[in-house]
């Protein structure tokens, strides 16, 4: 069944034989553990209002005592879901400029992996060039400078 879905555009398009079959495939599927399903949603609202990881460490850290979603119990994930949701959505430059931020740190992450700097060897980095300890405490324009610098670094195993 599922080979006729990549046929179909649309489940409109399936006939009545072909929706059954699909209804029966979904059925027969293993159903998610609820703090799965419910950081699937929290990662849709993150997205939704534009958060930043270092934002959303700071809410679980301040609410709930921890650093990590995957941390929370499921009362907690819930409780955290709600609030998501009650938030209203912020305009579109402000969730443009955390989707960019977001982009710059994964950047990063491909650079610092390249160059096999280990977490301690970037921040003395931040530390000496901007007396910060995290690049989710730079500007955006400090974040984009340490990643062309990252960029500017040979890669240590091509020698260039």
């Known amino acids: 069944m599922a080979g006729t879905l990549f046929f179909r555009k649309s489940l409109t ?41 270092e934002q959303r460490q700071e809410h679980l850290k301040k609410n709930y005592e921890k650093r990590s979603r995957t941390l929370l119990t499921e009362v907690e994930l819930l409780d955290f879901l709600q609030y998501l949701v009650s938030q209203p959505t912020p305009p579109l430059d402000k969730v443009l400029i955390a989707q960019t931020d977001n982009v ?25 060039t901007y007396g910060k300890r995290s690049r989710f405490f730079l500007t955006n324009e400090e974040l984009h400078e340490f990643l062309q610098y990252l960029q500017s670094q040979p890669d240590p195993i091509a020698g260039f």
């Open 13 to 53: 398009l399936l006939t009545e034989v072909e929706l059954l079959d699909f209804l029966q495939y979904l059925v027969s599927q293993p159903t998610p553990p609820l703090d799965e399903v419910l950081i699937a949603k929290i990662n849709v609202e993150t997205e939704r209002l534009g958060q930043t990881t």
């Open 104 to 128: 710059l740190i994964a950047q990063t992450n491909v650079e610092l992996q390249r160059l096999g700097w280990t977490p301690e060897q970037g921040r003395e980095h931040l530390i000496e």
